[in-house]
């Protein structure tokens, strides 16, 4: 689905009337070259001006203050309310506020957007191989589903999520340490990785993502099916891609309560 005259993503799912989302891509905006289209990064080398009237255009779409983090490939959720800076380092965001949009960027990972059936609270997380690995059985998803568990005094069986655009599994490729660490804290995710030259793999991390919110009791799953269409890799009209072009724009996927 599309948002207005922009060639955005609306999720396609049975989330309840008082929450929205939405995931960029690179339609409208101001940016030129490598960054051409809405980028929303201003850690990547484009203009700051040109990034700011970005996010201004996607704050007058959605509607709400969108906030932004300083993602770092970590586990944190940043709890968030009409005080919140940007800027905030974490790689997630959880509120159960009304007008606040939880914000993730995005040109490779995977993100990932929840909220609980009855709409009570919504949190977005940047999952990257590294968060979505995390330690010790927890990672980015882990945390993101259980702070919003707390915040909204649900249980994981009643949230809902969806994956957004990201690398494709046919593009995605790890070596042999990263394949060992997802398999040696589960091993049903061994048929997540196929074989692709001496100790390299290609990795499917929407199927990965799928199998860590199931194991959560998470049921409810929707988006990125690992299909050509949601790789940002092959998409180059479409998404930016930091694997592909090393130097890149991002995509932001938000959620929100309205009242």
């Not at 990201?166 to 196929?194: K, L, N, W």
Request: glycine letters at 12%.
């Amino acid at each position: 689905m599309q948002i207005s005259e922009f060639d955005w993503l609306v999720p396609d799912w049975p989330a309840p009337p008082n929450v929205r989302a939405l995931c960029t891509s690179r339609s409208g905006g101001q940016s030129i070259g490598r960054y051409a289209g809405l980028n929303l990064g201003l850690h990547v080398g484009d203009d700051p001006h040109a990034v700011y009237s970005n996010r201004q255009q996607l704050q007058a779409a959605v509607g709400v203050r969108a906030v932004f983090l300083n993602q770092v490939h970590g586990m944190h959720i940043a709890a968030i309310d009409a005080q919140s800076p940007d800027g905030m380092e974490a790689d997630g965001a959880i509120t159960t506020d009304i007008g606040l949009a939880c914000t993730v960027m995005v040109a490779d990972c995977l993100p990932v957007l929840f909220c609980d059936a009855q709409g009570h609270g919504v949190a977005a997380a940047h999952a990257g191989w590294r968060g979505l690995l995390g330690a010790y059985g927890q990672g980015v998803l882990e945390r993101a589903s259980s702070s919003l568990c707390e915040r909204a005094a649900v249980t994981t069986q009643g949230l809902m999520a969806w994956l957004g655009p990201c690398i494709g599994p046919s593009a995605f490729e790890v070596g042999e340490e990263v394949r060992a660490a997802f398999v040696a804290d589960a091993p049903q995710a061994a048929p997540c990785f196929s074989p692709h030259g001496p100790d390299k793999w290609l990795a499917d991390l929407p199927q990965l993502a799928r199998q860590r919110l199931t194991a959560l009791g998470v049921t409810a799953i929707y988006g990125n099916d690992g299909s050509q269409d949601w790789c940002t890799v092959a998409n180059p009209s479409r998404f930016f891609s930091h694997r592909r072009d090393a130097v890149s724009g991002r995509l932001g996927a938000c959620i929100w309560r309205v009242g």
